[in-house]
């Protein structure tokens, strides 16, 4: 009976279910996988990139993480011609509030925006769902770094790690292990009791990126991580008060999978 009902966007099941906003979701599970970490003085995103063929020529931008204005950045899984649409949506938006009030967008405010337009076009007729989900991380000064996640509905939900893309679930398995884990002399792992978050004590940003190596080795099919696969960006605070952004070169990279794979290699010694 479904096949009834999966050629609108706009038209309910008897089970009450929009079937073509599920299949976007599900096109979504199928993509490159990004992380997102919100760390104590920043924000951390990693990216898998999918090298289709070895003839074409390198990127001259990252195709998976972009940014937005000054104080906010997102990174992309699922079809980056959908994402085109909205990332320049979310440009204009940050750009027309600051024009109008004199002040930064605030982060949730941008991220509603966008996703308000995602979800009309599961509403109107002749209309298909973006294809495409987003890691949002930003930083304003009413609640410091901020990290969301949307999808082709048009929810949004904010985090302090998530996965998206293809394999998520066993990376968001790892991250609840890991996420606010500390090492005790005893070699055990625990959550802290002592953090400002909710009892999780957050890591700071050079954590926050080792742990997206290793969620992005759980979730890369027993890929080997290496600088030509995957993409580490950090959003962090100068000391003018500035967001920076920041997408790790190769040696930077290297030098992070290095110290990822030294520390498991250590601990699967113990």
Not at 120 to 133: D, S
Request: aromatic share 8%.
């Amino acid at each position: 009976m479904a096949r009834r009902y999966d050629s609108s966007t706009t038209t309910f099941s008897p089970e009450g279910r929009l079937h073509q906003v599920e299949y976007a979701i599900e096109a979504i599970n199928n993509a490159g996988t990004s992380v997102g970490i919100l760390a104590k003085d920043g924000v951390v995103m990693a990216s898998e990139k999918k090298v289709t063929s070895g003839l074409l020529a390198p990127a001259r931008i990252s195709e998976k993480t972009y940014k937005l204005c000054p104080h906010a950045t997102c990174s992309v899984a699922g079809l980056t011609a959908d994402a085109n649409i909205l990332i320049d949506q979310a440009r204009l938006r940050a750009g027309r509030y600051a024009y109008q009030y004199q002040e930064p967008i605030p982060i949730e405010n941008l991220v509603e925006h966008v996703c308000n337009y995602k979800q009309a076009y599961t509403q109107y007729g002749g209309l298909r769902p973006f294809g495409v989900a987003f890691l949002f991380a930003g930083y304003d000064e009413s609640h410091g770094f901020q990290l969301y996640q949307s999808d082709p509905s048009g929810n949004y939900s904010g985090w302090k790690a998530t996965v998206i893309g293809a394999n998520n679930q066993a990376g968001k398995s790892l991250l609840k292990t890991e996420y606010g884990s500390s090492k005790k002399d005893d070699g055990d792992e625990m959550k802290t009791d002592d953090g400002p978050e909710g009892g999780i004590e957050m890591p700071d940003v050079a954590e926050a990126t080792r742990l997206a190596v290793k969620v992005l080795n759980k979730t890369m099919d027993g890929a080997v991580a290496s600088p030509e696969k995957l993409e580490l960006f950090t959003m962090t605070l100068d000391e003018d008060g500035s967001c920076v952004h920041k997408i790790l070169n190769e040696a930077e990279a290297k030098a992070v999978i290095a110290e990822v794979e030294a520390e498991s290699a250590s601990s699967g010694d113990t």
